[in-house]
C-alpha cells in the first residue's frame, strides 16, 4: 500500500508523514511537496518525494501516480483553496488513487466559522469524486498563539476580541497523528471525524499559560473586534488581515471553537497534548 500526503513539507503534513514513517517502510511513502529541494531529508530517509503544485493538474497526475491512499492537506491560500483542492481531488481519480482523507475544520457543514466555506465545500467536491473518503474535521491549533508568547514576553498582555469565548485546541501533532492513525488502518472509510482538544480553554487561561513561559506576568486584555482592528493596524498588518483576524475572535466569542467531542484523544489513543504544554513545545523548538 502507497501513502502519498500532500504539503509535505508544511507544519501538519511533515508531522504526519513522520508518524507515518514510525510505522510504515518509507518506500510506501510518496511526499508531494511544491519544491523538493525542502524534501531533501525526507528522500534520505527513503520517502518518494514528487513535485507538484496544487494549481498544476498534469504535475499533480504525475505526482499521485501508483498512490493507493492519500491526505489532501488543506491549502494556505485562502480564497483559492476550492479550485486548488479541486485540482488534487481530480488528479487523485485520474491518477487511480482509491481513497482520500481530508483535514477540514470542525463542523465544516453547520458551523458559521469564517474559514469554513472553503472547506465545506471542497468536502462535497471530494464525496461528488465517488472516492472512499474520510473527513477529518480538525479544531483549532494550539501553535496558532505561538505568536502570543512572543507579544505576551514584550507587552506582558495578550489582547483579544474574543469576550469569554473558549478554544478546544490540540497541538498540530495531536492531528497529524489522528490523520497518520487514518492513512495506516481499516475502517475508517465513509468516516467524519470532527477533532477537537480534550479541553476548552478560555484567555485569562490563556493568560495563566503565557505567564508561566514569558516568566512575566501576562494578562489578558479583551477589547472589541473594532478596537482590536485598531491595534493591529498599528502594528503594521494591513486592514484586510486585520479585519480576518477580529472576525477570527468574534467567531471565538460565540463559541464555535469550544467544542469537545472527545474523537481526537479516542483516534490517537491517549490525551491531548495541554495548553502549556503544547506552547512550550512550540515555543522552544
Known amino acids: 500500500m502507497t501513502i502519498a500526503v500532500t504539503g509535505a513539507t508544511g507544519q501538519l503534513g511533515r508531522l504526519v508523514l513522520e508518524e507515518l514513517l514510525a510505522s510504515q517502510e518509507p518506500a510506501s511513502l510518496v511526499a508531494v511537496v511544491r519544491d523538493a529541494g525542502k524534501a531533501e531529508e525526507l528522500r534520505v530517509r527513503g520517502v518518494q518525494v514528487r513535485a ?10 504525475a505526482a499521485l501516480a501508483g498512490v493507493d491512499k492519500l491526505l489532501l492537506v488543506s491549502g494556505s491560500e485562502v480564497g483559492s483553496r476550492v479550485a486548488q483542492h479541486a485540482n488534487v481531488i481530480n488528479a487523485a481519480k485520474a491518477a487511480g488513487v482509491r481513497f482520500i482523507a481530508y483535514t477540514s475544520v470542525l463542523a465544516a457543514d453547520t458551523t458559521e466559522l469564517i474559514l469554513a466555506p472553503e ?26 498563539y505561538v505568536q502570543a508568547v ?22 498540530r501533532a495531536d492531528y497529524a497523528a489522528a490523520a497518520a492513525a487514518v492513512l495506516s488502518s481499516a475502517g475508517h472509510e465513509g468516516r467524519v471525524y470532527e477533532l477537537s482538544g480534550d479541553y476548552a480553554w478560555d484567555f485569562k487561561e490563556l493568560a495563566t499559560a503565557l505567564t508561566e ?25 494591513d486592514q484586510g488581515t486585520a479585519g480576518f483576524l477580529a472576525a477570527l475572535d468574534t467567531d471565538t466569542q460565540a463559541g464555535l471553537l469550544a467544542t469537545v467531542t472527545g474523537e481526537l484523544s479516542g483516534l490517537i489513543g491517549r490525551p491531548t497534548t495541554p495548553l502549556l504544554q503544547a506552547l512550550r513545545s512550540a515555543t522552544a523548538s
Do not use: F
Not at 472547506?119 to 496558532?144: F, P, V
Not at 512575566?216 to 485598531?230: G, K, T
Open 213 to 237: 513561559i514569558a516568566g512575566r506576568e501576562v494578562v489578558y486584555q479583551p477589547v472589541s473586534a473594532a478596537e482590536l482592528v485598531e491595534v493591529l493596524t498599528s502594528a503594521g498588518l
Open 52 to 61: 507538484a503544485d496544487y494549481s498544476d493538474p498534469a504535475a499533480l497526475e
Open 150 to 171: 512572543t507579544t505576551a514576553r514584550q507587552t506582558g498582555a495578550v489582547v483579544a476580541a474574543a469576550g469569554d469565548g473558549r478554544v478546544a485546541s490540540a497541538a
Open 119 to 144: 472547506h465545506k465545500a471542497t468536502e462535497e467536491l471530494i464525496r461528488e469524486s465517488g472516492l472512499e473518503n474520510t473527513i477529518l474535521r480538525n479544531g483549532w491549533y494550539t501553535e496558532n
